[in-house]
């Protein structure tokens, strides 16, 4: 039987072609497009923030307090809290070094940042609703920044449908 299409591709095209989308595939996962489904564009890890607002959830339910040194996997040393609305030089003030994944006031719209660092690098970072989770709205107030050994909270329903996260014992 004869084939239909019988198209003749020089070698030296099918290997530009191959170097073409190998590059790409290479560019793709720099950007974190490829291999990790769970990191959004804005830099945002999605499975953190579930894993937060679950446990926050789950904090609130149950009247306990939460420990995110024990939630949050990873070799972070500090969390940092960056609060609506605030610009890149109040979140360098919080984490003590120049973050450069932060892109400003876009990031902190609405949300609050929960940002996990060690040795002057963030690890990862995610941006939470202020109804989920509030490290920011509590009275008193949450220091902006704990070591991982003090990042323990408790969650309060301040109102319905809005969890903030409190100091576990006040100074």
Not at 27 to 56: H, M, W
């Amino acid at each position: 039987m004869e084939r239909a299409f019988n198209i003749a591709v020089p070698l030296r095209v099918r290997r530009r072609v191959m170097l073409l989308v190998l590059v790409l595939a290479l560019a793709l996962g720099a950007c974190g497009r490829i291999g990790n489904p769970y990191v959004r564009s804005d830099g945002t890890d999605r499975k953190l923030t579930q894993e937060l607002t679950d446990a926050f959830k789950g904090a609130a339910d149950n009247g306990t307090a939460i420990d995110l040194g024990w939630v949050v996997a990873g070799p972070w040393t500090r969390l940092a809290f960056v609060c609506p609305y605030e610009d890149e030089r109040v979140a360098e003030e919080t984490l003590g070094f120049q973050w450069k994944g932060f892109l400003g006031e876009d990031d902190t719209e609405g949300r609050a940042l929960f940002v996990f660092a060690s040795d002057g690098a963030v690890l990862k970072w995610t941006g939470i609703s202020r109804e989920h989770g509030d490290p920011c709205g509590a009275s008193p107030q949450l220091p902006r920044s704990t070591t991982r050994s003090d990042a323990t909270f408790r969650v309060l329903a301040t109102e319905p449908g809005f969890l903030t996260l409190a100091p576990v014992k006040i100074n």
